[in-house]
């Protein structure tokens, strides 16, 4: 089955950048669409960008200029570099296939924006 291993959280503050990665396996990588999601307190979890498999992304508007969504096939793993990172960004972070996400969600990374 799919298995989605997310890593690079943490805590910074505004204005602060991280990287995340997701490493997937139980499906074909280099033929699926992936995506990153997030999930804040109290809120749905939402789309923060997505890329197919010939590198075409598209990004929420929260995320626009400011995340970057790559794919390394040979890896397996998607990641989400997040440059000028604000307090709204705080969430949980996910990836899963796009547009429809597995049912299995990996346990998410922790990312926290102090003001």
């Known amino acids: 089955q799919v298995q989605l291993v997310e890593s690079g959280g943490g805590l910074v503050q505004t204005g602060g950048s991280l990287k995340l990665s997701c490493v997937a396996s139980?499906?074909?990588?280099?033929?699926?669409?992936m995506a990153w999601y997030r999930q804040a307190p109290g809120k749905q979890r939402e789309l923060v960008a997505g890329?197919?498999?010939?590198?075409?992304?598209t990004f929420a508007d929260s995320a626009k200029g400011r995340f970057t969504i790559s794919r390394d096939n040979a890896k397996n793993t998607v990641y989400l570099q997040m440059n000028s990172l604000k307090p709204e960004d705080t969430a949980v972070y996910f990836c899963?296939?796009?547009?429809?996400?597995?049912?299995?969600w990996g346990q998410g990374t922790q990312v926290t924006v102090s003001p």
């Open positions: 899963n296939l796009f547009p429809t996400p597995r049912d299995y």
């Open positions: 139980g499906l074909i990588f280099r033929f699926s669409t």
């Open positions: 890329i197919y498999p010939g590198g075409t992304t």
